[in-house]
C-alpha cells in the first residue's frame, strides 16, 4: 500500500488526533493507520507525529495549527515513551512496514510482513530501548517469553543516541541462580 495522496485534516483531542471525514477514515484504515475509539476515529499519537513529519497531517487545536514539536510537547504529558515509539514508528514506515500498537510492553509494535496488511496476522512484535536507559534483565526475558508464548518473532529495536533504530532479532533466555558450584567458590580475584 503507498502512503497517503493527500494531506489529513485533524483536531487535536489531548494526545490524539480526531479525523471527522469518512472518506479518510477509509483511506487511512486501509493503510494502517488509526482505530476507532467510541464510534469516533483517532490516529494514535505516534502515528500523528508521523504524520506530521511527512506533511501529511494538518492538526489543529481549535483554530490553532498544531505543529510537530507543539505535538511532540502535549504527546510528552500522557506519555514519557512517545518519541521513541515515532522513531521506531517512523524507522518501520520508512522500511515499508505497516505497524501497529503493541500488546502493553511499553514502546512495541505489532509489525506485519510487507503487503500482508489485512490479509494475515502479525509476525513480529518490535519493542524498543534506547540507548543509554537502564533497563532489566529479568524484564526482558519476561517479554521476550510472552512475545514467543503468542507465536510471535520477538525484535528489539535500538534507538542510538544519534536517532538511528537497529533491530535484533531475540530469542528466549533463560537465567539461572547463582549457586556455589565445586570448585568455583574457592576462587579469589
Known amino acids: 500500500m503507498s502512503e497517503l495522496e493527500s494531506k489529513v485534516e485533524g483536531i487535536l483531542v489531548k494526545d490524539h488526533a480526531l479525523v ?9 484504515e486501509l493503510r494502517g493507520f488509526g ?3 467510541k464510534k469516533k476515529f483517532f490516529l494514535k ?19 490553532q495549527r498544531v505543529n510537530f514539536d507543539h505535538l511532540l510537547d502535549e ?3 500522557y506519555n514519557q515513551d512517545v518519541f521513541t515509539k515515532f522513531l521506531i514508528y517512523r524507522d518501520l514506515r520508512t522500511r515499508g512496514y505497516i ?24 509476525k513480529y512484535v518490535v519493542f524498543g ?3 543509554g536507559r537502564r533497563q532489566k534483565i529479568g524484564i526482558l526475558q519476561k517479554q521476550i517469553e510472552q512475545i514467543t508464548t ?20 531475540v530469542s528466549r533466555i533463560q ?8 570448585g568455583v567458590s574457592n576462587i579469589e580475584f
Open 20 to 28: 471527522d471525514d469518512k472518506a479518510m477514515q477509509h483511506n487511512l
Open 150 to 169: 503468542m507465536g510471535k518473532e520477538p525484535v528489539l529495536a535500538v534507538i542510538e543516541r544519534r536517532g538511528e533504530v537497529i533491530y535484533y532479532k
Open 45 to 63: 499519537p505516534f502515528e500523528s507525529l508521523y504524520l506530521l513529519y511527512t506533511d501529511k497531517l494538518d492538526l489543529f487545536k481549535g483554530k
Open 99 to 122: 505497524a501497529k500498537d503493541g500488546f502493553g510492553f511499553g514502546s512495541d509494535f505489532r509489525v506485519y510482513e510487507r503487503g500482508q496488511f489485512g490479509e494475515k496476522g502479525t
Open 175 to 182: 537465567f539461572h541462580p547463582n549457586k556455589d558450584q565445586p
Open 129 to 131: 530501548l534506547t540507548e
Open 35 to 37: 482505530e476507532i475509539i
Open 75 to 77: 504527546c510528552m504529558k
